[in-house]
């Protein structure tokens, strides 16, 4: 029987069950910690549980002679050839004295999820502190650039009133040089 559809027939999707290829040693084998399984019906005579069949994903924690490949890995890895051969269930009495090194494969899982958890808290925090000092920067550019705009606004202001005086000044003059003119004329 292929793995999706050995999982599909045991509760819980096969979820922590002790699972192994028919080819290997006896006390090799893998847990299964995750499924990801699909059902579509086949047909048959009567269409029932045992019509469906499975196929999806599966990931567990090598056991290979008695003892975990992978003790210090973060995520189990996924179940290769779950296709290529049959696979059957192994009893756990068969395995009563491994109940150590599941124990203990359980530990060293659960500390790297923490230790996974606690990088991405401080991962986080040290994004939340870049993105308020560039928030921060930015306000002081902004800050700067204000100020260099109102200078230049205050110096814009200035030219044209000086602009505006030498025209007041001019036409001025210019209307004194009409009323002199006409006065002389006279």
Do not use: C
Not at 86 to 106: G, L, Q
Not at 170 to 182: D, F
């Amino acid at each position: 029987m292929r793995l999706p559809t050995l999982l599909a027939s045991l509760p819980k999707d096969g979820k922590h069950a002790l699972v192994r290829p028919q080819i290997w040693p006896e006390n090799s084998f893998y847990r299964v910690t995750k499924t990801n399984l699909k059902f579509r019906e086949v047909q048959g005579p009567e269409p029932n549980e045992t019509y469906l069949r499975a196929k999806g994903k599966a990931w567990g924690q090598l056991f290979w002679k008695g003892k975990q490949v992978h003790p210090r890995d973060r995520h189990s890895p996924p179940i290769k050839n779950a296709l290529k051969h049959k696979w059957e269930i192994v009893p756990p009495t068969s395995v009563a004295s491994m109940s150590s090194a599941f124990a203990a494969a359980d530990q060293a899982q659960a500390q790297a999820e923490a230790a996974a958890r606690a990088e991405l808290v401080k991962k986080r925090e040290a994004k939340r502190v870049r993105v308020a000092e560039a928030a921060e920067a930015k306000r002081q550019l902004q800050a700067i650039k204000d100020e260099k705009i109102a200078k230049h606004q205050a110096w814009m202001d200035e030219l044209y009133r000086i602009a505006k005086a030498k025209r007041l000044a001019k036409q001025k003059e210019l209307k004194e040089q009409e009323t002199g003119e006409a006065q002389s004329s006279q």
